[in-house]
């Protein structure tokens, strides 16, 4: 088993940062790829980041290139999505993620383990 719990998120007017983190326990962190997803209100749960365990490759969905990063600092076992240039479409609440597979998902059924969220609310 896995425990995920993430924090970081708030209220940020458009054009701001926040960093979200995501603490994992249990199972060892670093041999899990990790994740970001997020779901607004009336939508579809939706990958917006991903980091593989084994080279630390990543990957993000088009509309966040540029400005999220992802990262993960295995000895602290925690993960982060660094979130740049926030605009209001980025509101959602926000999800890490962790999977048993070594490569990058974008489905959520590729994910064996989930924290509970994390909102963001990017106002305009």
């Known amino acids: 088993q896995v425990q995920l719990v993430e924090s970081g998120g708030g209220l940020v007017q458009a054009g701001g940062s926040l960093r979200l983190s995501c603490v994992a326990s249990?199972?060892?962190?670093?041999?899990?790829?990790m994740g970001w997803f997020r779901q607004a209100p009336g939508k579809e749960r939706e990958f917006v980041a991903g980091i593989s365990w084994i080279d630390g490759s990543t990957a993000y969905v088009d509309s966040v290139k540029g400005r999220f990063t992802i990262s993960r600092d295995n000895a602290k076992n925690t993960l982060y999505l660094e979130m740049n240039r926030l605009k209001p479409e980025d509101t959602a609440i926000y999800y890490c993620?962790?999977?048993?597979?070594?490569?990058?998902?974008?489905?959520?059924?590729?994910?064996?383990?989930w924290g509970q969220g994390t909102q963001v609310t990017v106002s305009s």
């Open positions: 993620a962790a999977s048993a597979q070594s490569a990058i998902f974008t489905t959520k059924n590729r994910y064996d383990y």
């Open positions: 249990g199972r060892t962190f670093s041999r899990y790829a």
